[in-house]
């Protein structure tokens, strides 16, 4: 109710505020324009968003495919692999992870981190820690949402897993993780989508260069460091473009979530 | 569960009667009197943020029953914010464009920018070609301004900052031509880029690097046409690259706005103004 | 099918248990470098105490921490202002998204059939809520909650803004963990005489109680992650709040000035990080410790 008119309400500011955007620059010049050089009048600037959407696209996709694996992993080792004690205090670790902000992240990485890679190749900042950071920021979103999963199959599975003889490891895999097919994919696409949506690490630590990189230890600038760099300096259709950006945020949002229901409708009629 | 619920509201009525016990026993309160709060909001250059905050902070104290909001958001935010009214006052931390002749200004401080490498890095100065050769990509190793044989770290501030403009107005450079590995939004954030990168060259507050240094950050800042970088420098004006702070209003201030900004301009808060490594106008 | 068998489960059990160890290993590196940057405003300066009379002085510099005020643009003082603010605006957040979530997650799971249709579109767009970038956030809570409503720089429009970004972390906890009530307590309850409402309250809430508090905790932990949507809600002021209407800092808005604006705030940056990872343990800690204890109350056995 409440819930789908803030959605509503804020999907109609934000193609409000990008129309200037859309009219003054043309869509074709967002991605065939030389660059990103914005300027508040739209004839004097530059506005080539493609390599922005790629670092976004590269960084947030690389991170979830590293982040699924380990968080599925780690709820399944929470669940059902480490003894109760282990298991809570590494659920409170994870727990805190989710609250840790991205400040503090972003610090880290741009103090801690960077300088390491820096000497493995310079600069530091750049794809690969990027991913790194958005991995760690992630992995509570989907090691919880997957450990809700798998704690709410049915008892009954397990008990004629373990009837029929079979080991934890062929009982998680094949009986545990296909009955919670539907939360884990949940799981994983809310992973992918707050990816997306990090702004302030990424802003530390991926260099913020608009240049489609060449290798993992590139710098990137993604959609949200854009807005988060220049809106507080932007005026006219440079502001108008920062919404622009917003608006493909969004759009990809949408996009996957639309996604992520049509795959969990599939699943659910195959399991009943 | 009756129970449990109650004592559980009863500890949130009773955090709640804490903090308005904290909020009455502020001495601003004259509970004989209705104290008629004057407010005044002040938003824009992040630069200025922390000085500002300082300065409303001594101007609070001295004249009780004042309150003055400090609000980042960069400088074009300062500017428009205070157009629309939104602000009384804008920071600016740079010198005003053509178009925004309307508003007062006020200079309140002056910095200057300079260039800084690691402290291991064995290059003690640059030249004006060298440097524009460097941000444009003409010059990629610092072999070739007699450094070590490696790549240069480029690190440039993002689009619209003030920085940016001071720097590529001094050298004349067109901001698009500049050939950045890292982009960076605040200063601190070049410093700890630069700091983490022996090989890494950056521009930044001299105010701020020079404090960091002292700190112990492992920079070093490089002079500019043979003249050191340090505040003293840009005190005495024979620093080359340097900007003025100010303050803007819509018209020519009154009342309590013109008290806080004569306030902020006065030798009441130089001070302030030093300890923040920024240099203040005599 | 024997082959397979002997060496797979093996395979596996070894990658389960070698998951968290990269995890746990930077997250540890994280916070170990937390606290060694971050402790060393609370190390006493003075070598001469040594002792029990250090561990007295290490506990006043971080009792004058958390309560006084910020000094020389926070470099030095403390955080009070910034943890009331903090505290207040997660506050407002909870009040509202709270009764809001669990409302809207007691009608998707217990009145609406799972695949009606105004109920598929209410889920969908509160995953596309929950998918929203903090800084649009930011720009439309500033938009809405600050200019078209008023509420201009304040604690409550930050809040507000907040409960936007929790809402949908909340309401989908809260739903899983109804969902996960079995039908047969549902059953039970209609062949006792209940109303619709009473099963709600009295038995479905807090047997679902564990899936709202997970919901809590990370709306919380989100909440109180935040930086960008608050830097235009509820501002930048470091002055003790005074009521609801003012402006107030978050921590981690005081973090990010203190380690990326201001020269020479870093070690505070880093000791109010780790007042922030403290007190989020605390919170997390006693929220479970809270919904046990409604677990106990009301059901007998599990």
Known sequence: ?272 | MNRRFQSVSGVIVLACAIVVGCEDSSPAVNPTQPVEVKQVTITGASTLAPLLSEIAKRFENENPGTRIDIQSGGSSRGVSDTRSGLADIGMVSRDLKPGEDDLQRFRIARDGVCLIVHRDNSVESLSREQIIGIYTGEIRNWQEVGGTNAPITVVNKAEGRSTLEVFAGYFKLDTRKIHADVVIGDNEQGVKTVAGNPLAIGYVSIGTAEYDRESGIPIRLLPLEGIEASVKNVANETFPMSRTLHLVTKSQPEGIVKDVVEFATSPKVHDLVRELSFVPIE | MARRESWFPHLFDTCVWLAPVPIAGLFLWLLGDLVIRGGGAFWPVDTEVTGIRSVIVIAEQIIHFLTASPVRAGRGGGIGPILVSTGLILTVCMFVALPIGLGTAILLSEFLAEQNRFGRLVRRSLDVLAGVPSIVFGLFGNAFFCRFLGLRFSIAAGGLTLACMVLPLLIRSAEEGFRAVPESQRQAAAALGFSRWSTVFRIIIPQASLGIVVGLILGIGRAVAETAALIFTSGYVDRMPRSLGDSGRSLSIHIYDLSMNVPGGNENAYASALVLVVSLVVINVSARKLAASFLHREVSHT
């Open chain 1, 1 to 272: 109710m409440i819930a789908g008119s803030v959605v509503v309400v804020i999907g109609a500011f934000v193609v409000g505020e990008s129309i200037p955007a859309l009219t003054h620059i043309g869509g074709s010049r967002f991605m065939t324009d030389e660059s990103w050089h914005p300027a508040a009048d739209a004839s004097f600037g530059q506005f080539n968003l493609l390599p922005i959407l790629i670092g976004t696209v590269l960084s947030s996709f690389a991170a979830i495919s590293v982040a699924a694996p380990l968080g599925i992993l780690s709820a399944a080792f929470c669940q059902f692999y480490a003894p109760l004690r282990v298991a809570r205090w590494y659920r409170l670790m994870i727990e805190l992870m989710a609250g840790v902000p991205s400040v503090v992240f972003g610090l880290w990485g741009l103090v801690v981190l960077v300088p390491i890679i820096a000497r493995i190749h310079p600069p530091g900042q750049s794809l690969f820690t990027g991913i790194v950071i958005l991995t760690l920021m992630i992995l509570p979103t989907v090691a919880l949402l997957s450990d809700a999963a798998l704690a709410s199959v049915p008892r009954s599975y397990l008990q004629g897993a373990a009837a029929l003889g079979l080991s934890r490891a062929t009982t998680t895999l094949s009986v545990v993780i296909p009955a919670a097919r539907s939360g884990l994919v949940t799981a994983v696409l809310l992973g992918l989508v707050r990816a997306i949506g990090e702004t302030m690490a990424v802003v530390m630590v991926c260099g913020n260069v608009v240049r489609v990189p060449s290798g993992p230890f590139d710098p990137i600038r993604t959609l949200t460091a854009t807005i988060a760099l220049e809106m507080g300096y932007a005026r006219g259709d440079h502001r108008a473009s920062l919404f622009f950006c917003g608006m493909i945020l969004l759009f990809l949002v949408t996009l996957l979530v639309t996604t992520m229901e049509i795959v969990n409708r599939r699943l659910r009629h195959g399991t009943t």
